[in-house]
């Protein structure tokens, strides 16, 4: 019976990922296919890298909850450089990733040094966000050729470099944004997993006051949880711009949602119980594979918000639940 319920915490979620896949299967040959699977990849590639920004802020038991209004921030500020100011590429990302790095330090500061609760800093600067992104435009997305404020056409476009990062597919099959979504996942895993500083972070998450007794700098590495939180957060922003091509002010509307439950959901994967990059990574892929499924089962869009929240529930019920007996 232990081993039994030992199997469950750390394989459940696995093992209900695959009767996904599974059931989705049998109903719908399609939903296996090479250019499904590619489709879901590069769907939740974005999400991904959100939940990975997350999940370095759960390690040291904060929270952001501007990571969506970041990415959609950066999205903007990117086809922003690129359209109305013809700035190219590289000033383009170089401009987005700034955003990232600003937004994280502000919340760091605000959080550290003003000691304001994480959930209240984040949210403040959530909404500073969203509302801060349409006031350049007027609240109208931002596409090549658009009329500005002035009367007159914006001169710049979106670069064959710039929509690469978003649209290329390496070897005609694999999405760029999944590969760069693996390259950061990895790097993720290695630095908290593998390095001095991932541990001291998940020192700090676990024991806040005992690890500043034990002389980590506990400061110090909560500013770089937010500061990483909004360079993935930017990064995601950027792709979601390649992608679509535009600098669309609803686009980034879902992303947070999406992220935190990746993020929460990679606790449960393989009976971590705690922030993890992998989990995170799986527990997006979770909920695009979800989504993929109802969709092509035609399974009203009214539901489908229910139908995921029901299922991520019950997951995480299963797996917690069985956790908590446990101990």
Do not use: W
Not at 44 to 62: E, K, P, R, Y
Not at 165 to 192: C, E, H, K, S
Not at 290 to 310: A, C, E, R, S, V
């Amino acid at each position: 019976m232990k081993n039994t319920r030992e199997i469950a915490i750390r394989y459940g979620l696995i093992v209900l990922l695959v009767t996904l896949f599974i059931i989705f299967s049998l109903a719908e040959p399609a939903f296996v296919s090479t250019i499904n699977m590619m489709i879901i990849l590069q769907s939740v590639s974005i999400v991904a890298i959100l939940a990975l920004g997350v999940t370095a802020t759960l390690a040291v038991n904060g929270f952001d909850l501007s990571i969506g209004s970041t990415a959609a921030f950066s999205m903007m500020t990117a086809s922003y450089v690129m359209v109305v100011f013809d700035g190219g590429t590289t000033l383009a990302i170089v401009s987005a990733i700034g955003v990232g790095v600003i937004v994280g330090l502000i919340n760091g500061f605000l959080t550290v040094q003003m000691r304001i609760p994480d959930l209240l800093t984040t949210l403040g600067m959530m909404f500073l966000l969203l509302g801060l992104q349409l006031i350049p435009t007027e609240g109208r997305s931002i596409s090549a050729g658009m009329t500005l404020s002035n009367g007159e056409s914006a001169q710049g476009n979106f670069t064959e470099a710039f929509l690469f990062l978003g649209r290329a597919r390496l070897f005609d099959i694999i999405p760029v944004p999944v590969v760069i979504m693996l390259v950061l996942a990895v790097v993720t895993y290695f630095f908290l997993e593998r390095t001095r500083h991932g541990r001291v972070m998940y020192a700090i998450g676990s024991n806040e006051q005992a690890s500043r007794l034990a002389g980590a700098r506990v400061k110090f590495y909560r500013y770089v949880a937010y500061v990483l939180s909004g360079v993935f957060a930017s990064i995601g922003g950027i792709l979601l711009a390649a992608r679509i091509g535009r600098g669309d002010v609803s686009s980034g509307n879902s992303l947070l949602m999406d992220a935190v439950a990746a993020a929460l959901i990679g606790y449960a994967v393989l009976g971590a119980a705690r922030p993890n990059a992998q989990g995170s990574a799986i527990g997006a892929l979770f909920v695009g594979v979800l989504l993929n499924g109802l969709t092509m089962l035609n399974t009203p869009y009214y539901t489908q918000d229910f139908i995921k929240g029901l299922v991520l529930v019950a997951a995480l019920m299963f797996t917690f639940g069985l956790s908590k007996n446990r101990r």
